[in-house]
C-alpha cells in the first residue's frame, strides 16, 4: 500500500484508509463482531488510517476502534476522530470547555491519553473564521489531549479559511468522480500551504460502485433513504448531493469507460487517491470483502483516459446542477 504523508501532522498513512461512520449508524446494521472483522481485514491489506466521529452511534464506532486497538497493539493505526455535533450547531458552542469535554469522551472511548487527530465536524461557517476556536484547539495540543486538529467541511470556501489557518493540519472534504470543486482552488491551496487532504464519500454513498439501478432500496436507518432532500444533514453528505436517478446513469457511464475486469468502486477510488494533493481516501466497509476491495485500489493503474471520461460526466451531468452549491 503506497503512503503519503498526512499534512503537517507528519504521520505517513496510506493513501487508502477506512472511514467507520457505518460501523456506527446511519447505513443499516452492522454488528459488532462484523465491525472488528472489517477493521482486521483493511489492516491486514496496510490501511493505516482511520476516520471515526463521536457521534457516530453516540461514540459506537469509537468505542469499537478502541477494542480492536488494545486487542492488536502492534497494529501501526493513525486514527481521526471529529467533535462539534454533539451540541447544537451554534458557534457559540465551540468553547474551549466544550472541546474539552469532547475530546475527553473521545479519549476514553478510544482508550487514548492523546488523540492522533481531531477534526472540527463540519461545524457552523462562522467557526472557521473564529480566531477563539483556533486558540481553544491550540491549546488542547499544548495540554497534550490532542496531537494534532483539523477541520471537515461541507464547502470549498469553508476548506480554504481553515487552511489559512498555521495549526489547521488537515481538511476533510468530498471528493470524487461527481464531486469536483475541490479540484479548483482548495486541492492548490492544500498543497502550497501543506496541508493534508482526507477525502472523503468517495463513492458518492455508493453510487460509483455501478451496483445501484433506479430501483434500489436502503433501510429504514440508512442515511440514504431518509436523507435524500438533506431532512437530516446536509444534503451533499448523500449520493454527494447528485440526483439518484441522475446518478446511477452516470455511474453506468463511468463503468462502461472502464477496461474489462476493472470494478467501477476501485476505479473511482483509485481515480481519487490519484488527485494531487490526496493524502488518503476514506471509503466505508460494511464487510471484509468490501474492506478488501477498498484496499487494493491502492495499487490499481488506471487508464490513462479515465481523468478526461471523469470530467466529461461531471460537465454532462452534474456541474449545473451541484458545482455552486458545496
Known amino acids: 500500500m503506497l503512503e503519503r504523508t498526512l499534512g503537517r501532522t507528519g504521520r505517513s498513512v496510506s493513501i487508502i484508509g477506512l472511514g467507520t461512520w457505518q460501523l456506527g449508524a446511519d447505513w443499516g446494521d452492522?454488528?459488532?463482531n462484523a465491525a472488528l472483522d472489517v477493521l482486521a481485514a483493511s489492516v491486514d491489506a496496510g490501511v493505516t488510517f482511520f476516520d471515526t466521529a463521536d457521534v457516530y452511534g453516540d461514540?459506537?464506532?469509537?468505542?469499537i476502534i478502541g477494542r480492536f486497538r488494545r486487542e492488536n497493539p502492534d497494529a501501526r493505526l493513525t486514527v481521526a476522530t471529529k467533535m462539534g455535533r454533539r451540541g447544537a450547531q451554534d458557534p457559540a458552542e465551540f468553547t474551549l470547555a466544550n472541546f474539552r469535554a469532547w475530546t475527553d469522551r473521545s479519549r476514553a472511548n478510544l482508550g487514548v491519553d492523546?488523540?492522533?487527530?481531531?477534526?472540527?465536524?463540519?461545524?457552523?461557517?462562522p467557526v472557521f473564521s473564529s480566531d477563539a476556536v483556533y486558540d481553544a484547539l491550540d491549546t488542547l495540543v499544548e495540554e497534550g489531549a490532542i496531537a494534532n486538529y483539523g477541520v471537515s467541511v461541507e464547502t470549498t470556501a469553508e476548506a480554504l479559511a481553515a487552511i489559512a489557518r498555521p495549526g489547521t493540519a488537515t481538511v476533510q472534504i468530498i471528493l470524487n468522480a461527481f464531486r469536483l470543486k475541490p479540484l479548483d482552488e482548495?486541492?492548490?491551496?492544500?498543497?502550497?500551504a501543506g496541508v493534508g487532504i482526507i477525502a472523503r464519500v468517495?463513492?458518492?454513498?455508493?453510487?460509483?460502485?455501478?451496483?445501484?439501478t433506479v430501483d434500489t432500496t436502503f433501510a429504514e436507518n440508512d442515511h440514504r433513504n431518509y436523507n435524500r432532500d438533506g431532512s437530516a444533514f446536509d444534503v451533499?453528505?448523500?449520493?454527494?448531493?447528485?440526483?439518484?436517478?441522475t446518478g446511477v446513469e452516470a455511474a453506468q457511464a463511468f463503468a462502461a469507460a472502464l477496461p474489462s475486469g476493472v470494478a467501477p468502486a476501485a476505479a473511482a477510488l483509485a481515480w481519487v487517491a490519484a488527485q494531487d494533493g490526496v493524502s488518503t481516501v476514506i471509503p466505508g466497509?460494511?464487510?471484509?470483502?468490501?474492506?478488501?476491495?477498498?484496499?487494493?485500489?491502492?495499487?490499481?493503474?488506471l487508464p490513462p483516459t479515465l481523468d478526461a471520461t471523469v470530467h466529461e460526466i461531471y460537465d454532462r451531468s452534474f456541474r449545473a446542477a451541484i458545482h455552486d452549491r458545496w
Open 30 to 32: 452492522v454488528d459488532e
Open 59 to 63: 461514540g459506537r464506532s469509537e468505542t
Open 114 to 125: 492523546t488523540l492522533d487527530l481531531v477534526q472540527l465536524h463540519c461545524p457552523p461557517t
Open 186 to 192: 482548495v486541492l492548490p491551496a492544500a498543497r502550497e
Open 202 to 212: 468517495p463513492l458518492a454513498s455508493g453510487l460509483l460502485s455501478g451496483k445501484y
Open 236 to 245: 451533499g453528505e448523500t449520493f454527494s448531493g447528485v440526483d439518484f436517478a
Open 285 to 301: 466497509a460494511r464487510n471484509r470483502a468490501q474492506a478488501e476491495s477498498n484496499a487494493a485500489a491502492g495499487s490499481l493503474e
